[in-house]
Each structure stands twice: as structure tokens, then as C-alpha cells.
């Protein structure tokens, strides 16, 4: 199994890219867990830059980061 | 099914992430085409350009444009 975690923070382009990647995962082999900054997990924003994400939507599989188009920078979240 | 194109171009991001998406995505729910510009389908880059695709590498799921990281600008594709 692949641990994937899906940061967001509620942007119209967050919640585009987490429904396009709900739809196309493969829940088999991922454990999908979906992060929300804005929804009392703004604790996990650490968490995040240490795996290298700069801006959201953020996939990050195994420790890899993929950014997912731009909806916000991890500034703009902090500064939320 | 969903129909899903991945672009790209060769850079090192593009091979990375064509990994990582051909890990997770579920090819029960997804056919997915791999497009490569620089090996021969540079035809294709008028069509990634209508969906929208403005840097490679990117996945088009049933024509909306998820850009992951960041590996060339089209622009850049193009001047090969």
C-alpha cells in the first residue's frame, strides 16, 4: 500500500483537484488521507512543509509531493 | 470509465510524476494514455493546448487539466 495524504484549504481549485483525484485513486493500493488547513487541521501545516509542499492543492504519496494546479501558497494559508 | 491523458515531455518532474500517477491511478475506473511530445507526438501538443495544458507535466481527466509540479512551460515545449 501507498500512504498518500491530499492537503487543501477549501480553494474552488482544491476542491476541483481532491474531486478529480477521489474519482481516479486507486483505493486499493492507496491509503487516501484527505487534510483540510481550514477545518481545524491547520496543526498539520507544519507537517506539510516539512514534506516539501509550497502551495495547495498538495499530493503527497510515499513522501513525494505533487502539486496539483495552484490554488493557494502555504503563506497565503498561514496568513489565512 | 474515465478517460484520462497524461503530457509530457521527458524532464526529469514529468518521468517522476508519470511514475507516481501509473502507482495510484485506478486503470479499472481510468484508461489512461500516456502522450510523450519529444518521442514523436509532437502532433499532439494543438490538442493539450485546447484542453488547456500550459506546462507539462500534465494529466487531462475527462477534459479538466490537473498541472503537476512544474516541469517546462508548452512555450518551452514547443522551441524544443
Known amino acids: 500500500m501507498s500512504n498518500a495524504i491530499f492537503y ?9 483537484a481532491e ?3 477521489l474519482d481516479v485513486i ?4 492507496v491509503n487516501l488521507e484527505i487534510v483540510h488547513f481550514g477545518k481545524g ?9 516539512a514534506h516539501g ?3 495547495v492543492p498538495a499530493l ?9 494546479n495552484f490554488g493557494a501558497s ?7
Chains 1, 2 share one sequence.
Do not use: F, W
Open 53 to 55: 509542499v509550497k502551495s
Open 74 to 80: 502555504m503563506e497565503d494559508v498561514k496568513n489565512g
Open 41 to 49: 487541521q491547520a496543526n498539520r501545516i507544519p507537517e506539510a512543509e
Open 19 to 21: 474531486s478529480r483525484i
Open 60 to 68: 503527497v504519496i510515499d513522501g513525494e509531493v505533487l502539486h496539483i
Open 8 to 16: 487543501h484549504a477549501g480553494c474552488p481549485v482544491c476542491v476541483s
Open 26 to 29: 486507486d483505493h486499493n493500493k
